[in-house]
């Protein structure tokens, strides 16, 4: 009879420790990637087509919250600067501190202190060209050379060349940098290979893929816990009901 005990209520009880151990973790992960996500990323609408088509106008954007010291070339960033409006922009990372921005070489490509690079996500200026006019640029010390990638009619640091600062924006301007396009769904926003070779190289890519495989984990350990008490139940009844001459009294026993 004991050992009919052990065998009824052992398993029975692990089972129902192990799938509450599952819900409270998958509550952890689930809960905590929200939470880690909201520390992180910030939310954006983007208000105009000058980065198309990388982000359009209306498109909703996670960006990670960073400061100006972090951002690299390529990196697409929101910043806000009083000589360009002093609201919430998006452009792209070209230069930095000491850099020399020139525009075009023989194949119509920027170059950055004399090496070209190559930019596949450049869109809308003449035969193919990274830039409809040609110009040129040295970025102060601690500042950023930001352009669209909608070359034709992105209002960028060209149009601030006359400024001090020859265009550029202090790295403080930054407020975060784009990490995926969260609507319509479309998917991450790469860094580019293009300024790899260059000293400093890329960033490397944001913690949301973490967040999201935490969030999905979570979900998944939430789901699998909470039906293993109605599926083992489930489970019990359809032995018990095909097997019924089994079923004696203790007494018997």
């Not at 944001?206 to 039906?227: D, F, M, R, T, Y």
Request: charged residues 20%; contains cysteine; glycine residues 16%.
């Amino acid at each position: 009879m004991s050992g009919t005990g052990r065998t009824n209520g052992g398993p029975g009880r692990l089972g129902n420790v192990l799938s509450g151990l599952a819900v409270a973790v998958g509550c952890v992960l689930f809960l905590g990637g929200f939470v880690w996500g909201a520390v992180e990323y910030r939310p954006y609408t983007v208000p105009t087509n000058s980065m198309d088509p990388t982000v359009k106008a209306g498109d909703r954007i996670l960006a990670q919250r960073i400061s100006g010291g972090a951002a690299r070339r390529g990196d697409v960033v929101v910043f806000t600067d009083s000589q360009w409006g002093n609201m919430p922009m998006v452009k792209r990372v070209v230069g930095v501190g000491g850099d020399k921005i020139a525009c075009c070489d023989t194949d119509g490509r920027l170059t950055v202190n004399g090496e070209a690079v190559e930019e596949p996500y450049v869109r809308g200026a003449i035969g193919g060209r990274a830039s409809m006019n040609d110009f040129s640029a040295t970025v102060p010390e601690d500042q950023l050379f930001l352009l669209g990638d909608e070359r034709g009619a992105s209002l960028d640091s060209r149009l601030h060349l006359q400024d001090p600062g020859q265009g550029s924006v202090p790295r403080s301007a930054v407020d975060a940098r784009v990490d995926a396009v969260a609507w319509p769904l479309g998917g991450l926003v790469d860094r580019p290979k293009g300024f790899a070779a260059l000293p400093g190289g890329v960033s490397g890519p944001g913690p949301l893929k973490l967040l999201a495989g935490s969030v999905v984990a979570g979900a998944l350990l939430i789901l699998g816990g909470a039906a293993y008490g109605p599926v083992a139940g489930l489970v019990s009844k359809r032995r018990r009901a095909a097997r019924p001459g089994e079923r004696v009294s203790a007494g018997v026993r």
